[in-house]
Protein backbone atom coordinates (compact mmCIF):
# COMPACT_ATOMS: atom_id res chain seq x y z
CA UNK A 1 0.00 0.00 0.00
CA UNK A 2 1.65 3.15 -1.26
CA UNK A 3 0.48 6.95 -0.72
CA UNK A 4 2.64 9.74 -2.21
CA UNK A 5 2.20 13.21 -2.60
CA UNK A 6 3.91 14.82 -5.07
CA UNK A 7 4.03 18.63 -6.14
CA UNK A 8 4.07 19.71 -9.30
CA UNK A 9 5.25 23.11 -10.29
CA UNK A 10 4.10 24.32 -6.74
CA UNK A 11 5.62 24.76 -3.73
CA UNK A 12 4.29 22.90 -1.15
CA UNK A 13 4.32 22.85 2.95
CA UNK A 14 3.01 19.59 4.08
CA UNK A 15 3.75 19.13 7.56
CA UNK A 16 3.78 15.82 9.21
CA UNK A 17 3.84 13.35 6.21
CA UNK A 18 4.24 10.52 7.45
CA UNK A 19 1.42 11.01 10.53
CA UNK A 20 -0.66 11.96 7.27
CA UNK A 21 -0.67 8.46 5.41
CA UNK A 22 -1.27 6.65 8.48
CA UNK A 23 -4.24 8.68 9.20
CA UNK A 24 -4.95 8.41 5.12
CA UNK A 25 -4.94 4.67 5.22
CA UNK A 26 -7.10 4.56 9.06
CA UNK A 27 -9.49 6.24 6.74
CA UNK A 28 -9.96 3.67 4.19
CA UNK A 29 -10.00 1.12 6.73
CA UNK A 30 -12.84 3.11 9.02
CA UNK A 31 -14.98 3.31 5.69
CA UNK A 32 -14.51 -0.42 4.82
CA UNK A 33 -12.46 0.23 1.61
CA UNK A 34 -9.22 -1.17 0.54
CA UNK A 35 -6.32 0.93 -0.47
CA UNK A 36 -3.66 0.22 -2.82
CA UNK A 37 -1.87 3.02 -4.01
CA UNK A 38 -2.84 6.83 -4.25
CA UNK A 39 -1.13 9.33 -5.30
CA UNK A 40 -1.90 13.39 -4.55
CA UNK A 41 -0.62 15.60 -7.25
CA UNK A 42 -0.61 19.32 -5.82
CA UNK A 43 -0.69 22.46 -8.69
CA UNK A 44 -1.78 25.20 -10.14
CA UNK A 45 -4.84 26.11 -11.37
CA UNK A 46 -3.92 26.45 -14.69
CA UNK A 47 -2.26 22.66 -14.65
CA UNK A 48 -5.66 21.39 -12.96
CA UNK A 49 -7.94 23.65 -15.43
CA UNK A 50 -5.90 21.37 -18.20
CA UNK A 51 -7.00 18.43 -16.88
CA UNK A 52 -10.81 19.16 -16.03
CA UNK A 53 -10.82 20.33 -19.35
CA UNK A 54 -9.26 17.40 -21.22
CA UNK A 55 -10.56 14.38 -18.65
CA UNK A 56 -14.25 16.13 -17.52
CA UNK A 57 -14.78 18.48 -20.03
CA UNK A 58 -15.70 20.91 -17.55
CA UNK A 59 -14.15 24.31 -18.30
CA UNK A 60 -13.72 25.79 -15.02
CA UNK A 61 -11.24 26.44 -11.97
CA UNK A 62 -11.90 23.40 -9.37
CA UNK A 63 -9.97 22.73 -5.82
CA UNK A 64 -9.70 19.22 -6.32
CA UNK A 65 -10.08 16.29 -9.17
CA UNK A 66 -10.08 12.58 -8.16
CA UNK A 67 -9.72 9.81 -10.36
CA UNK A 68 -10.05 6.25 -9.72
CA UNK A 69 -7.86 3.92 -11.52
CA UNK A 70 -8.28 0.45 -10.46
CA UNK A 71 -10.94 -2.02 -11.76
CA UNK A 72 -11.58 -3.55 -8.51
CA UNK A 73 -14.27 -1.36 -6.80
CA UNK A 74 -13.74 -2.82 -3.43
CA UNK A 75 -9.77 -1.59 -3.80
CA UNK A 76 -9.03 2.18 -4.36
CA UNK A 77 -5.76 2.60 -6.82
CA UNK A 78 -6.00 6.68 -7.47
CA UNK A 79 -5.13 9.60 -8.07
CA UNK A 80 -6.18 13.18 -6.56
CA UNK A 81 -4.99 16.54 -8.15
CA UNK A 82 -5.73 19.68 -5.87
CA UNK A 83 -4.96 23.37 -6.54
CA UNK A 84 -2.91 25.00 -3.96
CA UNK A 85 -3.91 28.40 -5.68
CA UNK A 86 -8.00 27.10 -4.97
CA UNK A 87 -6.73 25.82 -1.43
CA UNK A 88 -5.25 29.43 -0.39
CA UNK A 89 -7.91 31.31 -2.17
CA UNK A 90 -10.61 29.04 -0.03
CA UNK A 91 -8.66 29.64 2.99
CA UNK A 92 -8.82 32.88 2.82
CA UNK A 93 -12.70 33.30 1.46
CA UNK A 94 -13.23 31.10 4.35
CA UNK A 95 -11.54 32.52 6.84
CA UNK A 96 -9.75 29.51 7.94
CA UNK A 97 -5.86 28.44 7.89
CA UNK A 98 -4.48 27.26 4.67
CA UNK A 99 -2.97 23.92 6.65
CA UNK A 100 -6.29 23.24 7.56
CA UNK A 101 -8.11 23.57 4.22
CA UNK A 102 -5.42 21.87 2.28
CA UNK A 103 -6.00 18.98 4.95
CA UNK A 104 -10.05 19.14 4.24
CA UNK A 105 -9.48 18.79 0.49
CA UNK A 106 -6.75 16.28 0.86
CA UNK A 107 -9.89 13.96 3.07
CA UNK A 108 -12.31 15.34 0.42
CA UNK A 109 -10.34 13.35 -2.48
CA UNK A 110 -9.89 10.57 -0.16
CA UNK A 111 -13.87 10.08 0.71
CA UNK A 112 -14.50 10.22 -3.12
CA UNK A 113 -12.58 7.25 -3.56
CA UNK A 114 -14.13 5.97 -0.67
CA UNK A 115 -17.79 6.20 -2.54
CA UNK A 116 -18.93 9.85 -1.48
CA UNK A 117 -20.38 12.08 -3.51
CA UNK A 118 -21.23 15.73 -3.29
CA UNK A 119 -23.10 16.39 -6.01
CA UNK A 120 -26.71 16.65 -4.80
CA UNK A 121 -27.19 18.99 -1.22
CA UNK A 122 -27.81 16.17 0.41
CA UNK A 123 -24.70 14.41 -0.51
CA UNK A 124 -22.76 17.89 -0.06
CA UNK A 125 -24.40 17.98 3.57
CA UNK A 126 -22.96 14.43 4.29
CA UNK A 127 -19.47 15.27 2.70
CA UNK A 128 -18.86 18.26 4.59
CA UNK A 129 -19.92 15.91 7.50
CA UNK A 130 -17.20 13.83 6.60
CA UNK A 131 -14.62 15.96 6.16
CA UNK A 132 -15.66 18.02 9.78
CA UNK A 133 -15.37 14.47 10.84
CA UNK A 134 -11.60 13.88 9.39
CA UNK A 135 -10.41 17.48 10.53
CA UNK A 136 -11.41 16.96 14.50
CA UNK A 137 -10.09 13.22 13.88
CA UNK A 138 -6.52 14.63 12.36
CA UNK A 139 -5.94 17.91 14.54
CA UNK A 140 -8.29 17.09 17.03
Not at 14 to 24: A, E, G, M, S, V
Not at 51 to 56: H, S
Not at 87 to 95: G, S, T, Y
Request: aromatic fraction near 10%.
Amino acid sequence: MAINFAPHEVKLNLKNRTKLKTFIKDLFAREGQGLKNLQYVFCTDEYLLQINQEFLQHDTLTDIVTFELGEDPDVTEGEVYISIDRVKENAMKFNVAEEQELHRVIFHGALHLCGYKDKTKDQSVLMREKENECLELYFG
